[in-house]
């Protein structure tokens, strides 16, 4: 059969086609121009024809584009893809990584509801939930992200969801996904998921059963900490809820954020393999070294919940937390020793950062919290980049000589 460019790609070429060959070309639609990489529509609004045509397209009669805060040819080629790599129905494309978390309660839950959050979620997400949504009758409880039974004991009749980063930030702590959909599902709750740190290379939450998968593209989805962006995704029918929500309100995608994300997905696979293996390589040879007191990876065998890291990734991510000898003081010396990783505390980029959590982003709980939450003074937490492997131990070695 010849090639229809014209007439653009048919979802069904792609039917049981890999991962890999999703992330190059799920999506894509061509315009009759024939252009082989993604049309970016830089555009507000569409034109049409007659008055007549105008009205059947605003009504939905007649399918097609509008206006581009309800839907944009280059920002819905990036949720394609997204869904198409998540294994999920339909993904709605977002400002940024917390206008999907916010689309998400904003248009699922109601006053009255009830909400469980694992405790070690990202800062800003905390902030949300107690600063916001609570402001408007929605009740938030935390959960030990790892303990079922926890879980299980803390719903409530009016408990709408469950929501989840799995593994957490910075001490990769896991939860079993797909046990957990099973507990909420029993009450008649959803799960969702911020499947941030593993992107859906590593994991995808709603093959394991989750509602919903939350995403801050701004990170390994774009790849060389660039753009601003997050991405929903989940059932149909919940989807439908978020995109009006989305439409209505307009924290929605830049049409050329979403071409720097489409160009970002074709490499994410090879690029997370290449994270993991440089994440494992730098844990492995940190749990060496004298000054180390302990690190947190999940691909490290000393980690409690390995194996089911193993069962539940692919891979165990680009993040690897470690304590150093000397408390705040050592782990600060350590940091400024370094010269070629990046003090920031952003992840997901090709270049490695490093970052103090107790004073950065942790700083803000008080110290008891920071204990319980296992943030201790000397953690240094260290996102793992593209850089050569040899040249980033050689600058951890920097720290750990001045230790
Ligand atoms: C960065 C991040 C977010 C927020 O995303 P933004 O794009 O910064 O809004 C949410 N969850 C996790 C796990 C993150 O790392």
Request: contains cysteine.
């Amino acid at each position: 059969m010849s090639q229809d460019w014209d007439a653009g790609r048919l979802d069904s070429d792609l039917e049981g086609v890999a991962f890999d060959t999703l992330a190059v070309r799920a999506g894509q639609h061509r315009t009759p121009e024939g252009e082989h990489g993604d049309a970016m529509f830089l555009t507000s609004s569409y034109v049409f024809r007659t008055a007549a045509d105008a009205a059947a397209r605003f009504s939905g009669e007649v399918a097609g584009n509008v206006y581009s805060r309800y839907t944009n040819p280059t920002v819905r080629a990036f949720e394609e893809r997204i869904a198409a790599l998540e294994g999920a129905e339909q993904a709605v494309a977002t400002a940024t990584g917390m206008a999907a978390i916010l689309s998400v309660v904003m248009s699922l839950c109601s006053a009255g509801d009830h909400v469980l959050v694992s405790r070690s979620v990202f800062g800003s997400t905390i902030s949300l939930f107690e600063k916001y949504f609570k402001r408007f009758g929605i009740e938030v409880d935390y959960v030990p992200l790892a303990e079922l039974q926890g879980w299980d004991a803390a719903i409530k009749p009016n408990t709408k969801l469950l929501f989840v980063e799995s593994p957490s930030n910075p001490l990769a702590e896991l939860v079993d996904i797909s046990a957990l959909a099973e507990i909420a599902h029993a009450k008649g709750a959803m799960l969702v998921v911020d499947n941030c740190f593993c992107t859906p290379a590593l994991q995808q939450p709603i093959k394991l059963g989750a509602d919903i998968v939350v995403h801050s593209a701004t990170k390994f989805i774009d790849g060389q900490g660039r753009c601003m962006g997050g991405v929903v995704a989940g059932r149909g029918e919940l989807m439908k809820e978020v995109v009006g929500f989305l439409r209505t309100a307009g924290p929605t995608l830049s049409p050329f954020n979403a071409w720097i994300f489409l160009k970002g997905l074709e490499t994410l696979n090879l690029r997370m393999r290449a994270h993991c293996a440089s994440a494992l390589a730098l844990a492995e040879w940190l749990e060496q070294q004298d000054g180390v007191e302990k690190v947190h990876y999940a691909g490290l065998k000393s980690h409690p919940q390995h194996a089911l890291a193993q069962r539940q990734q692919r891979g165990f991510g680009a993040v690897v937390s470690f304590e150093v000898k000397g408390g705040k003081e050592g782990a600060w010396r350590f940091i400024d020793a370094t010269r070629l990783i990046s003090i920031t505390a952003n992840l997901g980029d090709s270049k490695t950062t490093i970052t103090h959590p107790a004073t950065t982003s942790h700083g803000r709980l008080a110290p008891q919290e920071r204990e319980a939450a296992g943030i201790r003074d000397s953690l240094i937490r260290i996102a793992v980049g593209l850089e050569d492997v040899v040249d980033l131990q050689a600058d951890l070695s920097r720290g750990l000589a001045v230790l």
